[in-house]
């Protein structure tokens, strides 16, 4: 599991990702600001809350694969949630939805690290 010791997303950063076009983010850790982001067009997926932000240590890595859940998850791949849970696929299933004339009502976004 994500670590307990620090919220890994809070208002600041959510604010980012909606800036850069983000659909949502889904987290291995926990988040912040909780109030604040339920006000943003992003859909955030998290083990839960807690009050204390993080520490900023490390620029971190992008375009890798990453495991949690028992799931990898690679650049590119598309996410989709809603609040039954979360769907990871190698290919863009709403564009194939569209495609085919039925509606779907989940979001779905790719997938970068």
Avoid: Q
């Amino acid at each position: 599991a994500g670590s307990a010791r620090a919220a890994l997303l809070g208002d600041n950063l959510a604010e980012l990702a909606v800036e850069n076009g983000w659909c949502g983010v889904l987290l291995n850790g926990f988040l912040r600001d909780v109030a604040c982001l339920r006000t943003m067009p992003l859909g955030v997926r998290a083990l839960g809350t807690y009050p204390v932000k993080s520490g900023k240590r490390d620029w971190g890595v992008r375009d890798v694969p990453v495991c949690f859940g028992g799931v990898s998850f690679r650049p590119g791949d598309y996410l989709y949630s809603d609040e039954d849970g979360v769907l990871v696929s190698d290919a863009d299933l709403h564009a194939i939805v569209v495609g085919s004339n039925k509606a779907g009502g989940s979001s779905g976004g790719r997938f970068t690290s």
